[in-house]
T-cell receptor, first 114, second 108 residues
Framework: NAGVTQTPKFRILKIGQSMTLQCTQDMNHNYMYWYRQDPGMGLKLIYYSVGAGITDKGEVPNGYNVSRSTTEDFPLRLELAAPSQTSVYFC?????????????FGSGTRLTVV | RKEVEQDPGPFNVPEGATVAFNCTYSNSASQSFFWYRQDCRKEPKLLMSVYSSGNEDGRFTAQLNRASQYISLLIRDSKLSDSATYLCVVNYGNQFYFGTGTSLTVIP
């Protein structure tokens, strides 16, 4: 099992460009999440999904969009990139919110907007 | 008020020492609790869940105090490989709330 796979690992965007961060999991987890982590800061939730076809905003959703057409995939879309979106982005999944197993994280995408 | 608060440290301890971290949470209805470990420039990885009765995994012991709304992590006989940032994570509803992490460096 690959777990949670994120692509790309690194990306440099120019201001105003758009991109999609890909996330896929092969553990049949129903919950998926996108977080961003700024240097020296905790993880902040951008969006999450409790199952295919259902998405909800987290703490910092502005400037992002998501979709969940399948259980496996949860892409994050950045429209009109801004320098404030320079961060490390982590996708995660869990079998259940109250599951003892907690999260499984992808290895992250390091995004720089210049 | 933050959902989860941790002392950022850094904690610098010699090999073999015992070190403890605390984490407080604001929502008394929080349901699940975890400690994660994050190495520099890596993703967080689950270290251990925290159960109401307390639990131990080798050199690591986690405790939950619901009355005072804090969880703790105790590391005994610290190893160089324990150097990392330790994240406290609390679940409420559909979301997990992360602390900013406590940095630990174990010194030879």
């Amino acid at each position: 099992n690959a777990g949670v796979t994120q692509t790309p690992k690194f990306r440099i965007l120019k201001i105003g460009q758009s991109m999609t961060l890909q996330c896929t999991q092969d553990m049949n987890h129903n919950y998926m999440y996108w977080y961003r982590q700024d240097p020296g800061m905790g993880l902040k939730l951008i969006y999450y999904s409790v199952g295919a076809g259902i998405t909800d905003k987290g703490e910092v959703p502005n400037g992002y969009n998501v979709s969940r057409s399948t259980t496996e995939d949860f892409p994050l879309r950045l429209e009109l990139a801004a320098p404030s979106q320079t961060s490390v982005y982590f996708c995660a999944s869990s079998y259940g919110v109250q599951g003892r197993g907690g999260y499984t994280f992808g290895s992250g995408t390091r995004l720089t907007v210049v | 008020r933050k959902e989860v608060e941790q002392d950022p440290g850094p904690f610098n301890v010699p090999e073999g020492a015992t070190v403890a971290f605390n984490c407080t949470y604001s929502n008394s209805a929080s349901q699940s609790f975890f400690w994660y470990r994050q190495d520099c420039r890596k993703e967080p990885k689950l270290l251990m869940s925290v159960y109401s009765s307390g639990n131990e995994d080798g050199r690591f012991t986690a405790q939950l105090n619901r009355a005072s709304q804090y969880i703790s992590l105790l590391i005994r006989d610290s190893k160089l490989s324990d150097s990392a940032t330790y994240l406290c994570v609390v679940n409420y509803g559909n979301q997990f709330y992360f602390g900013t992490g406590t940095s630990l460096t174990v010194i030879p």
